[in-house]
């Protein structure tokens, strides 16, 4: 496919594919070759993993971090929006931010976004300064 001239990507992953038996090694992979695929496209281009979203009471929590873990580990640009979103005992998600259980309120939008800003930024003020190396 046609990817634009976009200089940072930021891949969303979510959890419906382990509702669908999915196993943590089979959705790593695919998001493997789509990171593969943009970097084969745009080698110029930084590609961020945006860790999986904590679910309801942590649903598939033990999943979701090995899954965040093993991209931590293998990519160097990754967000894992955990804390964002887990309550401070750690036992759930943050009703305020996640009201559902699934899906970010207008608040946890907000504390989402200004978290992605700054790893934005952070990109970016290392890009200039590999730029400006001589």
Request: charged share 20%.
């Amino acid at each position: 496919g046609e990817v634009s001239t976009t200089s940072i990507y930021w891949i969303l992953i979510g959890t419906n594919d382990l509702y669908d038996n999915c196993t943590p090694e089979g959705l790593v992979v695919g998001i493997m070759k789509l990171v593969q695929n943009i970097q084969e496209l745009q080698p110029l281009s930084t590609v961020v993993v945006n860790g999986i979203l904590p679910r309801d009471r942590l649903l598939f929590q033990e999943k979701i971090e090995w899954i965040n873990t093993w991209f931590a580990c293998h990519y160097d640009y990754v967000y894992d929006p955990s804390s964002v979103f887990i309550n401070d005992e750690g036992n759930d998600v943050d009703r305020m931010r996640m009201p559902d259980g699934l899906h970010p309120s207008a608040l946890g939008y907000l504390a989402w976004g200004r978290e992605v800003v700054e790893k934005v930024k952070q990109i970016q003020d290392e890009d200039v300064l590999v730029q400006s190396t001589p």
